[in-house]
Nanobody, 111 residues
Framework: VQLVESGGGSVEPGGSLRLSCAASGFTFSLFRMRWYRQAPGKEREMVASIGSAGITRDYANSVKGRFTISRDNAKNTVYLQMNSLKPEDTAVYYC?????WGQGTQVTVSS
């Protein structure tokens, strides 16, 4: 199993970023996928989750209405569209499938 995140970077408050996670080594379309994040000095928290068919989606209260998780099973990729970013969204964002994690991608929101 390999999960490779991309799309992180630095953005001003109110800006947007789209994270991608390219998956390989397993039948992507069969598994729920999740995005987590970990800010300095804080525990890792789940940000968003999407079912295998892309129908069921769940979000942390802190990101509801601002973030959207989606997936393309033909491309074995899960996305996280992040809008109206706030400084408190600054963290390393990780793609997750069960016990498997990507290397993470840094998102920094600062003026």
């Amino acid at each position: 199993v390999q999960l490779v995140e991309s799309g992180g970077g630095s953005v001003e408050p109110g800006g947007s970023l789209r994270l991608s996670c390219a998956a390989s080594g397993f039948t992507f379309s069969l598994f729920r996928m999740r995005w987590y994040r970990q800010a300095p000095g804080k525990e890792r928290e789940m940000v968003a989750s999407i079912g295998s068919a892309g129908i069921t989606r769940d979000y942390a209260n802190s990101v509801k209405g601002r973030f959207t998780i989606s997936r393309d099973n033909a491309k074995n990729t899960v996305y996280l569209q992040m809008n109206s970013l706030k400084p408190e969204d600054t963290a390393v964002y990780y793609c997750n499938r069960g016990d498997f994690w990507g290397q993470g991608t840094q998102v920094t929101v600062s003026s």
